[in-house]
């Protein structure tokens, strides 16, 4: 139950983080600004070609709104729409063949996409410099990928600020320089980008020399959290579990790590486990802990198997039942899919634009959920 160190967060983030960002309903030649009063009338007109039925169309299937959620349907639509000159649905295109949703994964055809998106839209240029970063579909080039993220943060983009930041920080391409890293999650944050904020909070967390700010770091947490990011809930909900004379609402620790486990996060599965097992914030439940650890494991596959081999193989001696125990936590995976993709709450509109990054699915952190009890969440 301790924070990470920074480096190990951020390489995670700049090396397996699927890139996706929201944006704003643009003017298209051929759109009805006019919402259809039923889903046959949308359908009506997105098989016309209207594209922002296209769009709307595609987001409902993408997380089941009037429609049973269907994510091939919904990558038909931005297809079509993609297929028209739309950036937001090549953009979004390109994000669902990087991560393999509705389509078969292929890195090349999302690199092509968010090519295509990326000259007009910003977050567009952050997601391809992800792909460079990575060489994902693309032959690695880190300077073309500073190049872009440089770019998109001069138009504005708080995501470029917060991964302009972490290169300073790590020395990806140029020197390390933390005062330029800091600099730049600042400037993130004031972009609002939960990801900004999420990385100056660890950061402040880090500093050699100096005591840092609980404070300041629930605050950074707290937004970064309550736009859904899961880095931001699991951190959190850590940083609340280590700090328990912080102002905080009562649950609000187990809240977020159950949000955030929830949305596929093995390590906040894991720490649920820990808490359970422990007895800490909640009842000692061993049975609830070695279910927790079983689904840590599965959501982490190897990296998770290694750190909690130990743990099961005990549990599992003193926990009565221990085979149910693995169904129920598999049957609870089938009701929480790890997918990088969610459905983003904020001032974009997301009849349209549904998406934004996250590292995995993000659930709004309103749970009914029992901590020690994982069942179906209520959102």
Known sequence: MAFRSLPRHSIRW???VCLLGAISAQAEPNTQDEHPASVA???????QGYVVQELELAADYFVGRGVPRDLAQAAFWYRKAADQGN???????????????GVTRDPVEAAKWYRRASSSIPDAKVNLASVYLRGIGVKQDTDEALRLLRSAAEQGDGRADAYLGLANYLGSGMPVDRGAAEAWFIKGVRQNDPEAACMLALWDAEQPGRAPDLGREAELLRRS???????????LGVLLVKHPDLPQEKGEATDMLLAAASAGSWKSSLAMGVLARDGRLMQQDKRAAYRW?????LQGGSPAESVLQGDLTRLSLSVPGSAATD????????VHPNHDVFAYKNEINPKYFPFQEVYATAQAPNVEEKAGQPTEQHN
Do not use: D
Not at 293 to 297: M, S
């Open 327 to 334: 169904q129920e936590a598999a049957a609870w995976l089938q």
């Open 225 to 235: 959290a309550a736009s859904g990011y899961v880095e931001g809930m699991h951190s």
């Open 14 to 16: 700049l090396s397996v």
């Open 41 to 47: 009338e949308l359908q009506t007109k997105a098989a």
């Open 87 to 101: 950036p937001s649905a090549q953009m979004n295109l390109g994000y669902l063949y990087v991560s393999g949703i």
């Open 293 to 297: 650890f079983r689904i840590a494991a």
